[in-house]
C-alpha cells in the first residue's frame, strides 16, 4: 500500500504542478494587460488597469497556496514509509458511504492548500482535502473501521476502510 501512496503523491504532486504552470502563465497574461491599460489619468472611467492589478494580486497568492501544497507533498515524499494508525495530516484514507456503499479516497493536507485537487489511480478518483474543511475535522484522529458523520445539507455517515 505504502508504494501505492507514494504513486498517489506523486500525481497529485504533478497536478498541483500544472496547476502551477496555468497560474504562471495567466500572471503573465495578466502583466501584459495591466501594462496596456489606461491609467486612471488617461481616463476618469477606466479602472481596468486597478482591476487588473487586484486580478493579478490574487492569482499570485492562489498560486503561492499551492506551491505551499507541493512542499508539503515534497515533505510527505522524503519521509521514509510511515504507517499511520490513526487520520493525521499526510494521511491517505478511504472511505466507505454507509449509505449506498460507495468508497471515497482521500489525501489528507495541511491548510497550507491543494485542497479540491483530484486525480484517477487505478480507476478509482482520490481528492485532496484540507485539515481545516469539515470532512478532515472530522477525520482527525480516527482509526481504521471507526464511523465518522459529516452533517452538511444531509447527514452522510462514513466508515474509516484504511489509513495509510
Known sequence: MMSDKKNLLMLFRNELHESVETYQKSMEMQKEFIEDSPGPMQSRYDSAMVEGQWLLSSMQKSRDTLLKAIASLDSLLEKDDEVCESVREGALVVL??????????????????????????????????????????????????????????RLTRYAVESIS
Open 96 to 153: 466507505r458511504q454507509k449509505e449506498n456503499g460507495r468508497k471515497n479516497g482521500y489525501l489528507l493536507l495541511e491548510a497550507s492548500g491543494g485542497g479540491g485537487a483530484s486525480v484517477l489511480y487505478n480507476g478509482e478518483k482520490y481528492m485532496v482535502i484540507t485539515a481545516e474543511s469539515p470532512l478532515g475535522k472530522a477525520l482527525m484522529g480516527k482509526k481504521a473501521g471507526d464511523e465518522v458523520e459529516l452533517k452538511t445539507s
